[in-house]
């Protein structure tokens, strides 16, 4: 079956540490999303790409960063800039990020805590 | 900018009672409307989805109706069961000024139904 694989489920980061969170997808689709989830605050964009090697900023991208290597692997980087990282993290994609009315595929998160 | 108005919740309801969430938009254009589930611990999963004004979607029982004169997408099931609870986003997509996808979430509705 085909769809987006996040890991690890669970992860705890200590202070002043950098934690990478994995999002891998087998559905070929060109762009891929990362959104942070709060209670009460819906989901909120961290950054996309379109395509292998470029990146945008989404709304919330201070203090994390990604890499786009490979179509099929989307990782965010948490850095200690992050000062309140605690949340649910998602990662989405989608086949045509030109496609307004395509919906996006969701993992099934990756939840990081403060030690 | 974009936004999308979900009613509060939870919203709590006996098995088989009638269902209605609402949601209200804010966008420029025309935008397509996204219903969105996620079950405890899971990421989100498309539940229905329309495009254009006056199109019904509809999925496992659930249906909303795109109402480009009210801007709204209230969500609605004649009969819930307990397998139901859940938190329901209702999201609009538009193109981003880059020509992008970009997808406006609410701030969900948690739905629980008591047998």
């Known amino acids: 079956d085909g769809g987006i694989t996040q890991s690890p489920k669970y992860l705890f980061r200590k202070e002043g540490q950098n934690v990478t969170l994995s999002c891998e997808q087998n559905?070929?689709?060109?762009?891929m999303y990362w959104y942070r989830q709060d209670p009460g605050q819906g989901l909120r964009l961290i950054y996309y790409s379109q395509i292998v090697n470029d990146f945008q900023k989404g709304d919330i991208a201070e203090g994390y960063s990604v890499s786009r290597e490979k179509k099929e692997s989307f990782p965010l980087t948490v850095t200690s800039a992050q000062k309140n990282p605690t949340a649910f993290y998602l990662c989405?994609?989608?086949?045509?990020?030109?496609?307004?009315?395509?919906?996006?595929?969701f993992g099934d998160g990756t939840r990081l805590s403060i030690l | 900018g974009d936004s999308v108005t979900q009613m509060e919740g939870p919203v709590t309801l006996s098995e088989e009672a009638f269902l209605t969430i609402n949601c209200t938009y804010t966008?420029?254009?025309?935008?397509?409307l996204f219903w969105y589930v996620q079950y405890p611990g899971e990421g989100l999963q498309l539940l229905l989805k329309?495009?254009?004004?006056?199109d019904k979607g509809s999925n496992k029982g659930f249906e909303a109706t795109y109402r480009k004169e009210t801007t709204s997408f209230h969500l609605e099931k004649g009969s819930v069961q307990v397998s139901d609870s859940a938190v329901y986003f209702c999201a609009l997509g538009t193109v981003n000024s880059g020509g992008y996808q970009k997808v406006t979430f609410g701030t969900g509705t948690k739905l629980q139904v008591i047998p």
């Open positions: 329309a495009t254009k004004a006056d």
């Open positions: 989405a994609s989608n086949s045509d990020y030109r496609a307004y009315n395509q919906p996006q595929h």
């Open positions: 966008a420029t254009g025309y935008p397509s």
């Open positions: 559905l070929n689709h060109d762009a």
